[in-house]
């Protein structure tokens, strides 16, 4: 029982252009996402996170958008660098009460 | 400022072993999380600890334990290995429990543990 699916296991860009990595929830209950980034040999960390009282957080060249009608998160990266090419992870919480929940990664990879 | 670290980096045990993971929580922080990841997985929780008491537990077998120290620092211990064990075991810190719910995990490089 899936509850955080990055249903893309990769996404290729060129540099410059946007990437667009996405990411479906199924319990009602999370109401704090996040995304993280992971590269090869290092643990994740954190990128930039939404409440659902919001639909949109930016910071800098990233921004996340959350549908809560449609259960579903989106993180642009824009213009994409080389040094974007990582493994990024969704995660969700029903904040304060319970610890994230990861989905299984996205390896973006910004093509120079 | 020390971040968290973890050690060993790279280890490999045969079925049935026992192996012990440690952690060193980044300054500051009071609470342990461990994480596993199998290849081609995301991080799944393990269990959480916070003033040396195991707080929230994910679905995991009594074959995992852990422990904390005074000092905040952490140990997972994993008995009676299996070849589905074999992953990236992570260590995150936060301040506080709902820190870990927050989005304010750091975490460490991870433990490569391959069983054999």
């Known amino acids: 029982d899936q509850q955080v699916k990055q249903n893309s296991p990769s996404l290729s860009v060129q540099e410059g252009r946007i990437s667009i990595l996405n990411c479906d929830y199924t319990?009602?209950?999370?109401?704090?996402f996040l995304w993280y980034k992971k590269y090869p040999a290092e643990g994740p960390t954190f990128l930039i996170s939404i409440s659902s009282i919001k639909d949109k957080n930016e910071d800098g060249r990233f921004t996340v958008f959350l549908n809560k009608s449609a259960k579903h998160l989106s993180l642009h990266i824009v213009p994409s660098q080389p040094g974007d090419s990582a493994v990024y992870f969704c995660?969700?919480?029903?904040?304060?009460?319970?610890?994230?929940?990861f989905g299984k990664g996205t390896r973006l990879s910004v093509i120079a | 400022d020390a971040g968290v670290t973890q050690s060993p980096t790279h280890l490999i045990k045969t079925r049935g072993q026992q192996v012990t993971l440690r952690c060193s929580p980044k300054?500051?922080?009071?609470?342990v999380s461990w994480y596993q990841q199998a290849l081609g997985q995301g991080p799944q929780f393990i269990f959480q600890?916070?003033?040396?008491?195991?707080?929230q537990r994910g679905n995991f077998p009594d074959r995992f334990s852990g422990h904390q120290f005074p000092n905040y620092s952490s140990e997972l211990n994993v008995n009676a290995l299996l070849l589905g064990d074999s992953a990236l075991y992570l260590c995150?810190?936060?301040?506080?429990?709902?820190?870990?719910?927050?989005?304010?995990?750091?975490f460490g490089e991870g433990s490569r543990l391959t069983v054999l």
């Open positions: 995150a810190s936060s301040l506080g429990l709902a820190g870990g719910s927050t989005g304010e995990l750091f």
């Open positions: 300054s500051g922080h009071d609470t």
């Open positions: 600890y916070y003033e040396e008491e195991e707080r």
């Open positions: 995660a969700a919480s029903d904040r304060g009460n319970t610890p994230l929940v």
């Open positions: 319990n009602s209950m999370f109401d704090y």
